[in-house]
C-alpha cells in the first residue's frame, strides 16, 4: 500500500483543498467570499461541500476506478464549489489498507482496469468546472518507488515549501517473509537429541567408569576401620613349653586433650593407678596441635596395661580418658637369658636380640575390621550393611635350644663368681658336644628384659658372641690338635724346654720352669708352656696353622642367630713379624669369641667334627606345624684317634700335681680342658685388665657337654674365678642331665720323663 501524505492536496492552482475546520471547506472561489458579498451560509448548513464525511462520500467512493468530483454544484447556490475526494479528507478509508494487502500492495485502480490521468472537464450549463482526478496505480512493476519524503520536524510545514505538483506515492514495502517451521523444528530436534546424548554418555561414564572412585570417595565417611592386631609369636626353651617371652592382651589408656575438663585433678586420678608421675601425665594431656595445625584428640598416657588395671580406670569415667586394646610382652624369668632374647618395642617391634633377629618370624600380620556405622549417637554397626574383616595372622613361635634350669643356674653361678673379684664383663656358654646346640648361654651384667630401658647398651650386649678377647692359652689345644693331625708330635713326644724364648724383639717365658729338661707333651699342657707351644709350632709352620685355625671356626662369626655377632680376626702369614711365630701359637695376635672358642673346643669332644653352634631348634607356624631348623654347618678337623688323644692331654691339665686347671676338676668325672690368660679388645685398643678363661669337657673318656668360661677383670684374679666357675656349671650340668659318672680313673702323666 502506497504511503500518503498527511497534508490536504492542492489544486492546481495550488490552493488547499477539503478543509473542513473553521465553518467548513471552501474551494478556490470561497477565499474572500465575505468581501466580494457572498453571503454567508445559512444556519444549519455544514461546513464545507456537502456529503463530505457522509453518506455522500460513501456514495462517492468507487473502488473501480477510485473518480471523485471535487466540485459539484450545490443547489440553490451562485457559485461554483469543489468537491473533494477522500483523500483529501481527514476521514481516512479504514478498509482500503486491508485490500491492499489482499492485492499484493497494488493499487485498486490498475485492478479495475481504471484511466491513468482524466482530464477535467466543465459542465457549461451549470457553470461549473469538474474535475476529475483519478489516482494512478504506481506498481513496482511499471515504475520504481520514489524515494521516502524527508520530514521536517519542529515546526509546521509551510504553502511554500511544498512542491507544485502532486508527489509520486511511495513504494509499498515488501511483506516479511514468513520462517519455515519445518527448519526450526528440525533444528530443535537435533539440538535436543545432542543433549540427551551428551547427558547419556555422562551417566554412562559415572555408573560404569567413575563408580568405584565415587563409591570408594562416599564409602570412608560411613565406614569405620578397627585394626586386628596380630599376637606376636613366643621365644620359647628347647622343651616347647616354657615361655621365655610371650605376648598376652592388655590395654592402652590415652587421652583427647580437648575433651579434658581438669588436668591437674585428671592426672592426680590416674597416678596411683599407672605409677606415672603426675606431673608427667599432666604435660601429655596439655592441649597441642599436631604439625598441620590441627588440635591434638590423641595422646598415649601408658602402654600394655593389666585388663584389671584398665577397667578401674575407665569405672573412673574422666572425660577424655580411654582405653583400648593393647598387646604387651612380657618375659617370666625377668633377666633369664634377657641378653639372648631381647626386648621389643611399645608397638611390638624386635629391637634386640632374638626378638630383633627373627621380628620377620615372629611379628604376624596384623588384621582388620571394616564396617559401616551410623551417624552421631547412632555410631554404631549398621545390621547388614557393609562390613568386612581380615583376620590377623600370628606370628611364629621359636624353640630355642636353651634349657630354662640350665640357663638360670649357669647365670646365677657367673654372677655370683663376678661379683667376687668386681669383674666388668663375664660370658658363659654350655655346649652339647654332639649336636652343637647351645644349652645355656649366660652374660654379665645383665640386665630385665621386661623393663629394659633403664639399663644400660652395654648391659644389653651378649658376651658370648660381641666379647673380643686374645685367647691367651686356651688356643693352645689348637695348636697342640693341629701338630697330632700332621703327624708333628705324638702324645707320646716330649723333648727339652728351656724357661724361656726369644722371637724378634718379644722375650716368651713359662710359668712353670723346666730349667731345660725333657718334658712330655703332656705335662706341657698341664703346665701350659710357652716355650714348649712355640717350639711345636716351629716345626707345624705359620701356613699350616692358620689353616687348622680356620677349620677350627675362628676368623669369622658363628652365625648362631645373635644379631651383631663378632667375627673375630686371624692374622694372615704375610702380616706376621718375627714375634708373631712366638704370640699366634699361644693365643696371642688372635681375636675370638667365647662362642668361637666353646666350638673349637666341641669339635674335639666331638672325635674332631667340627659342628657349627646354633641357638634355634625349631619354628612353630601359628597352625601349630613344626619346621626343624637348618642343619647346621659341620667338617671334619681332626680324626677320632687324635681328637681322642688331645682329649687325653687336656685332662693333664685338670689331674697333674699343681696343673693350672686343677680347679676345675669336677669330682666324679673326667674333666679334659684348657686354662687360659688374655686381655680384651675393644676396637682392636686393649683394655686395662686380663681376662681369665676356662674351656672344658666331661666326662673326658666320651664328653656330653662343652663349657666355657670368660671373665674379664681390670684389677685381675681372673684366673680364681674361671675354673671354679666351670667346675660349679659342669657339676650341675651332668646332674642335670643325668650323666653318670666316669666309670674308670683318669690316666697316670709323667712331665719329666
Known sequence: ??????????????????SSRGGGDRGAGDRGAGDRGVPPRAPGERGGEPGIGGISDARAYTPRGRTIREGAPTAGAGRTEQRRTPRSSRSQDPFRPALQVLDGGRSTANRAGGRQGAPARRDGAAGRTTVVRTVTDRSPRDEPAAPPRRRVTGREPRRGDRPAGRRPPRKPPRPPRLADPGRRLRLGTALAMALFVAVGVRLVVLQAVDTPAYADGGLADRTRTV???????????????????????????????????????????????LGIPASELAEKMRPRKRINGVDSQ??????GVEIDRAKEIMALKLPGINTHRDERREVPGGDLAANLIGFTSLDMVGLEGLEARFDDLLHGEDGQRVFEVGLGDLAAPIPGGYSITTKAKPGSSLVLTIDRDLQYMVQRILSERMQQV???????????????EVLAQASHP??????????????????????????????????????????????????????????????FPDTHFANGRRMSVAGMMAYSSNVGTIQIADKLGAERLLDYQRRFGLGKPTEVGMPGEASGRLLPVQEWSDSSYGSVPI??????????????????????????PHLVKETIAPDGKRTPAVQPETRQVLSPTNAAALRTLLEAVTTVDDATGVAAAVPGYRVAGKTGTGFRLVEGKKQPGDVASFIGMAPAENPKYVIAVFVHSPSGGGGQISAPAFRDMMTFTLRHFRVPPSSEPAPKFTVFP
Open 1 to 18: 500500500m502506497s504511503p500518503r501524505s498527511e497534508e490536504p492536496r492542492r489544486d492546481a492552482t495550488g490552493s488547499r483543498r477539503g
Open 227 to 273: 585394626q586386628l592386631p596380630a599376637p606376636r609369636g613366643a621365644i620359647y626353651d628347647r622343651s616347647g613349653e616354657a615361655a621365655l617371652a610371650h605376648s598376652v592382651e592388655a590395654r592402652y589408656v590415652y587421652a583427647d586433650p580437648t575433651r579434658i575438663v581438669d588436668i591437674a585433678a585428671t592426672a592426680g586420678a590416674l597416678s596411683p593407678l
Open 298 to 303: 590423641f595422646e598415649y598416657l601408658a602402654r
Open 422 to 436: 668386681q669383674g666388668s664383663t663375664g660370658a658363659a656358654v654350655v655346649l652339647d658336644a654332639r649336636t652343637g
Open 446 to 507: 645383665t640386665y630385665n628384659a621386661a623393663k629394659p630401658f633403664p639399663s644400660e647398651p652395654t648391659d644389653r650386649e651378649d658376651a658370648a658372641t660381641s666379647f673380643v678377647v686374645d685367647p691367651g692359652s686356651v688356643h693352645k689345644a689348637i695348636t697342640f690338635g693341629a701338630a697330632l693331625q700332621e703327624g708333628v708330635i705324638t702324645p707320646d713326644t716330649s723333648f727339652p724346654v728351656a724357661n724361656g724364648i726369644r722371637k724378634g724383639d718379644t722375650w
Open 587 to 612: 693365643g696371642h695376635s688372635v681375636d675370638a669369641t667365647p662362642l668361637q672358642m666353646a666350638a673349637a673346643y666341641a669339635a674335639i669332644a666331638n672325635d674332631g667334627t667340627y659342628i657349627q
